[in-house]
């Protein structure tokens, strides 16, 4: 989202005007530069609510690397990433009717990342977050999470051998809203009472570029299995946790089409019920631990 700064203060070398905020807004921008200065184009801008962590704001900067959203007075966190550039977080705060420059933002080359060891591999729940944003019609977006769920990952010899399964409890949906999350697991969104769990299961692995992967399965949900494609960055493998495990992690997101799964949005509104609308985007923000050698055998 971008505004026209372009009216001056009198006042030579002033900054631009504020455009107009709603009441308690302020706005948020930054300059991306890749590793020799130049201004990096298509950087990804993740800007996560400093108390919630939901997931406030995604984007990307523009053609000469600037990126310049309005956001809610309060704490924030911002990270930029880049495929083959190392991220960057920054904290910062938004005053209302106030601008937060944090200028300009350099990404460094980032090292080769190893990749996890061939063996199985478990979701730590503590560190792994399965969450949602959808639009809410007529109004916000609506963030949600699931907080019970469980998953391992086998990694083969060659990585693109390897699949990962994930179940998620449909009960453990969370909005921060009761009444809405109760309406969420009634038969007219989830029926959790039918349908209590949801399942993922890879069939493929696809390197495209760089820490970017495609992870390609199939997603069973309210009795329906559909072909879905989640876009993953790899984040790394490190040593660590309180007894020094072998952890790696990964960033995945998909877009889901409640349709494709008989949630029929279109005939809970001629009901008159307020819904979220079409699509949702999934994102799974995992951590592993590594359970031992083995050697995967992904499920017929």
């Not at 990804?44 to 900067?61: H, L, Y």
């Not at 495609?214 to 007894?243: F, I, K, P």
Request: some cysteine; glycine content about 8%.
């Amino acid at each position: 989202m971008t505004f026209p700064f372009g009216r001056k203060h009198k006042k030579a070398g002033a900054a631009a005007l504020l455009p107009t905020l709603p009441r308690g807004a302020g706005v948020l921008s930054c300059e991306v530069l890749d590793p020799i200065g130049m201004p990096l184009h298509g950087a990804t801008i993740t800007v996560t609510d400093g108390a919630t962590r939901s997931v406030t704001v995604t984007s990307t900067t523009d053609p000469f690397g600037r990126f310049v959203t309005m956001l809610p007075s309060g704490e924030y966190a911002v990270l930029v990433t880049a495929d083959a550039l190392e991220p960057v977080r920054v904290t910062f705060a938004v005053a209302a009717g106030s601008r937060c420059d944090l200028g300009q933002i350099r990404l460094n080359p980032s090292p080769v990342k190893q990749l996890p060891v061939p063996g199985s591999w478990v979701f730590d729940p503590p560190h792994t977050a399965i969450r949602f944003v959808a639009q809410h019609v007529g109004m916000a977006h609506v963030h949600g999470r699931f907080t019970r769920f469980d998953g391992d990952i086998k990694i083969g010899e060659d990585m693109e051998d390897s699949y990962v399964e994930v179940s998620i409890d449909a009960a453990s949906i969370s909005t921060g809203n009761r009444t809405r999350d109760n309406h969420l697991r009634s038969a007219d969104f989830l029926d959790v009472s039918s349908y209590p769990y949801m399942h993922f299961a890879s069939e493929a692995f696809v390197h495209r570029h760089g820490a970017k992967w495609t992870v390609q399965g199939v997603l069973t949900m309210h009795g329906v299995s559909r072909s879905v494609q989640l876009d993953t960055t790899y984040l790394g493998m490190v040593n660590g946790g309180y007894e020094q495990e072998l952890r790696c992690a990964a960033l995945a997101t998909a877009e889901l089409h409640r349709e494709d799964f008989t949630l029929n949005w279109r005939s809970m509104l001629a009901r008159g019920i307020a819904v979220v609308g079409p699509r949702i985007k999934l994102e799974l923000d995992l951590q592993a631990m590594f359970q031992g050698p083995d050697t995967p055998t992904p499920p017929q």
